[in-house]
């Protein structure tokens, strides 16, 4: 259930337009993590290279650069208000912080593939960011219940209702993220979730036949492109 807070209407729909530019901000650095990761599997996977050159630092100025491609300016500059600015150096530390730790994996010697997916990088900056920024935000990549792998993004009451009666209305618009302001084990919060859809790069691990092996051991879904296939989740605490 929703939660009003008392802010005059202005001031609601200026703090909502901010909170939304936030969350938008943080998911996209996210997906720039992970479009390096994607990028780079055929280098990670590569058993012949033991010293792969995808240091932390290096990894961040990939991301960085993916996420200027993607969005036209970099994730950090001047326009940016101190909590912007804060959440979005956390969540680009936990990055380092995350690639830094597993060079044993990535860099191993004659070992072809290394589990080290888009998935599990972003679960592990996801809980990183979670150490390093305390109370302040969240942000998980959840699905639909039928799709969740790993236990730990199963939705919660709240995103489970996002994703069965808006994400999966067909007249819901696509890629448009729901919002609201609302409240998380009694603390007000607010709350985003961003729909996302299988590209081909996604196919081979959960697309066609249903059922099969993928690479990381689990059966296929037999998602086709476009299809939904998860979200990301963001809450900002107040």
């Known amino acids: 259930m929703s939660t009003f ?15 939304v530019e936030t969350g938008n901000r943080l998911a996209a650095v996210l997906r720039a993590g992970r479009s390096v990761v994607s990028n780079s599997q055929e280098l990670i996977n590569d058993p012949t290279v033991t010293d792969k050159g995808l240091s932390g630092d290096v990894f961040y100025e990939k991301v960085i650069q993916a996420y200027l491609e993607a969005n036209g300016e970099p994730p950090l500059h001047d326009g940016l208000d101190p909590l912007e600015r ?23 010697e004659g070992v072809a593939f290394k589990g080290f997916i888009p998935a599990v990088f972003a679960r592990l900056v996801n809980e990183q960011f979670a150490d390093e920024i305390g109370t302040s935000a969240m942000v998980k990549v959840t699905a639909p219940s039928e799709l969740v792998r790993n236990r730990m993004a ?17 007249s819901w618009a696509e890629g448009q993220p729901f919002f609201e302001e609302t409240d998380v084990s009694g603390t007000p919060a607010f709350r985003m979730l961003i729909p996302e859809y299988y590209s081909e790069s996604c196919l081979s691990c959960h697309g066609s036949p249903a059922g099969e092996t993928d690479v990381t051991g689990f059966p296929k879904e037999g998602g086709q492109l476009g299809d939904l296939a998860g979200a990301i989740s963001i809450t900002l605490f107040r």
């Open 5 to 19: 807070y008392p802010l005059s209407p202005d001031g609601v729909a200026a703090q909502t337009a901010e909170e």
């Open 154 to 170: 199963r939705p919660d009451t709240w995103e489970n209702s996002v994703i069965e009666e808006k994400f999966k209305n067909s």
């Open 86 to 108: 804060r959440l979005t150096e956390t969540q680009l530390d936990a990055m380092v912080t995350v690639i830094d730790a597993n060079q044993e994996i990535i860099n191993a």
